[in-house]
Nanobody, 124 residues
Framework: QVQLVESGGGLVQAGGSLRLSCAAS????????KAWFRQAPGKEREFVAG????????KYADSVKDRFTISRDNAKNTVYLRMNSLRPEDTAVYFC?????????????????WGQGTQVTISS
């Protein structure tokens, strides 16, 4: 059974940093893109960052560009999201996802497997 388990969320002050991790089990996903999405209360799930199967290509939402960094370790079947200079508007539940192809897309429908999410709360 495939499982994606996120960790690393929490409560931090504005300007702080967090690193999210998402470990996959049940099968390996080294040939597939991975991504992070987030969903704030009352809002739709939105794309945050994506990474190609080999880590050579990354894509970011404009709102997080230059603050967040996505990376992956295929040997560990894990994807990471380093978040710096956090803002209150970054508060959301963050989800990791595995894509259906090797390149990251922007739409949730392009992803096959999802984690349960981890809460990130930024206080002002």
């Amino acid at each position: 059974q495939v499982q994606l388990v996120e960790s690393g969320g929490g409560l931090v002050q504005a300007g702080g940093s967090l690193r999210l991790s998402c470990a996959a089990s049940g099968r390996t996903f080294s040939g597939y893109a991975k991504a992070w999405f987030r969903q704030a209360p009352g809002k739709e799930r939105e794309f945050v960052a994506g990474i190609s199967w080999d880590g050579d290509y990354t894509k970011y939402a404009d709102s997080v560009k230059d603050r967040f960094t996505i990376s992956r370790d295929n040997a560990k079947n894990t994807v990471y999201l380093r978040m710096n200079s956090l803002r209150p508007e970054d508060t959301a539940v963050y989800f990791c996802a595995v894509g259906a192809s090797s390149a990251p897309g922007l739409l949730a429908g392009e992803y096959t497997y999802w984690g349960q999410g981890t809460q990130v709360t930024i206080s002002s």
